[in-house]
């Protein structure tokens, strides 16, 4: 099985010079694709001085995120693509470990691990939350979207994902309307119909976070409006066997309305605030799923909706 670690970038060299060495430098052996959404910048020669050891795709025009993802991956040749944005860096091991798991459930079509939030110097600030028992767990396709729908089930960003190329192309690639504001879970939700998932609790992948990220351009009611879109599309895809056990999707989407006016609330954001507060936060039950989220990411072992979902554990 071959690894293609396909690379997004736009007018950052610095940072993706780091990127590309972090999958230079993995373990086993991959290819290596750059997709450059036609930088202005040195990053086409920086490239080319590279050789044979990139493959390198550059758009004629700008195109977008989700474009220069499709792009990258119809360059790729590799049966798994393991997404990387151009600031952000893969741990050495991250292809050995997720190789082994998909070793061990050969009909997976998704893999995601822990990552690290990093500063601009690459201090770690904190990590996404471990989800389940032991280095790494299974999750039936049948019961990936209930996961997900309820967030016992956050795949995370590109940094941390993998998919195979084959269940990546049967659905069309990333969509361009989303374009960078969950392109990737939107991606994540189609791709999981095709396979079953795998989890790896160990950090392999450190997202930067800073001002020039992608998704520091959207405020908060434009990132509210797309949760709310990703969960509409989850909603039909739940197994028959988890309906019963589901929320009502007006709830959920109370739910996700709180959470968001809290952050408003948190970082002092006051016209966000105004513009997300409505009767919401009167729901007992959107209080109940945002306290049940909230016990989620700091035990994720206790959870048990999460050990339900179980298949194999490693």
């Not at 110097?121 to 309820?150: C, K, W």
Request: proline fraction near 4%.
């Amino acid at each position: 099985m071959k690894f293609s670690v396909v690379i997004t970038t736009y007018n950052r060299l610095d940072l993706l010079k780091r990127a590309i060495n972090s999958a230079l430098n993995q373990t086993i052996e991959c290819e290596v694709v750059v997709a450059d959404d036609c930088s202005s910048d040195d990053t086409e020669t920086y490239i080319k001085s590279l050789g044979d050891s990139v493959v390198y795709h550059r758009n004629e025009v700008n195109q977008g995120h989700a474009a220069t993802v499709n792009a990258g991956v119809a360059k790729a040749s590799g049966d798994w693509i393991k997404f990387l944005d151009d600031d952000d860096y893969l741990h050495p091991n991250c292809l050995t470990e997720m190789l082994k798991a998909i070793a061990l459930c050969p009909d997976a079509a998704i893999c995601s691990c822990v990552a690290a939030q990093v500063d601009g110097n690459e201090v770690e600030l904190s990590r996404t939350p471990r989800l389940g028992p032991g280095l790494a767990f299974y999750i039936p396709q049948a019961d990936i979207h209930f996961g997900m729908l309820l967030e016992l089930l956050p795949f995370g960003t590109p940094v941390q994902v993998a998919c195979r190329r084959d269940a990546f192309l049967q659905t069309g690639g990333w969509d361009s309307t989303l374009d960078a504001n969950c392109d990737d879970i939107d991606s994540w939700i189609r791709i999981a119909q095709f396979g079953h998932a795998i989890f790896l609790n160990q950090c392999l992948a450190y997202r930067t976070i800073w001002p020039g990220a992608y998704n520091q351009k959207f405020s908060l009611s434009q990132r509210l409006a797309t949760n709310i879109l990703m969960k509409e599309k989850i909603y039909p895809l739940v197994a028959e066997q988890h309906r019963l056990d589901i929320p009502l999707l007006q709830d959920i989407k109370n739910y996700l309305k709180l959470h968001w006016i809290l952050v408003a609330l948190k970082q002092r954001n006051i016209k966000s605030l105004f513009s997300m507060i409505d009767f919401s936060i009167l729901s007992p039950l959107a209080w109940k799923l945002l306290l049940n989220a909230v016990f989620m990411r700091r035990s994720p072992e206790q959870n048990s909706d999460l050990r339900k979902l179980v298949l194999i554990e490693d």
